[in-house]
């Protein structure tokens, strides 16, 4: 059973950057895709950034040009670049690996507020 532990999160003022990690317990290159999600209070979960086996990324349109989706292959981590953080950015953010299942870990909470 594969496990996926997210860390990073934190309270950080507006315009500030953190870098969220996705660690897992199984090799990610098994996975064909790997994802970072976020669920504000009251809001569906969404999806944030994507990486696929090639390397290839995708974003959200609300974080372009903000956020990068990262891996380290040799770490087994998923990483989350966020910058220019804003308000509208808190949430809890959780990390998704899919390769014959789905798996997803417990989230990290991040508080954008001054």
């Known amino acids: 059973q594969v496990q996926l532990v997210e860390s990073g999160g934190g309270l950080v003022q ?3 950057s953190l870098r969220l990690s996705c660690a897992s317990s199984g090799t990610i290159f098994s996975f064909y895709e790997m994802d970072w999600y976020r669920q504000a209070p009251g809001s569906e ?3 944030v950034a994507r ?12 974080v372009k040009g903000r956020f990068t ?3 380290d292959n040799a770490k ?12 509208e ?3 809890v953010y959780y990390c998704k690996a899919i390769n ?8 990290t909470l991040v508080t954008v507020s001054s």
């Not at 014959?100 to 989230?107: A, D, N, P």
Request: hydrophobic fraction near 25%; glycine fraction near 10%; avoid cysteine.
């Open 14 to 16: 507006p315009g500030e």
């Open 100 to 107: 014959l299942r789905t798996y997803w870990g417990k989230g």
């Open 89 to 91: 950015d808190t949430a």
């Open 69 to 71: 989706i990262s891996r």
């Open 76 to 87: 087994n981590t998923v990483y989350l670049q966020m910058n220019s953080l804003k308000p």
């Open 45 to 47: 979960r969404e999806l």
């Open 51 to 62: 990486i696929v086996r090639d390397g290839s990324t995708n974003y959200a349109d609300s």
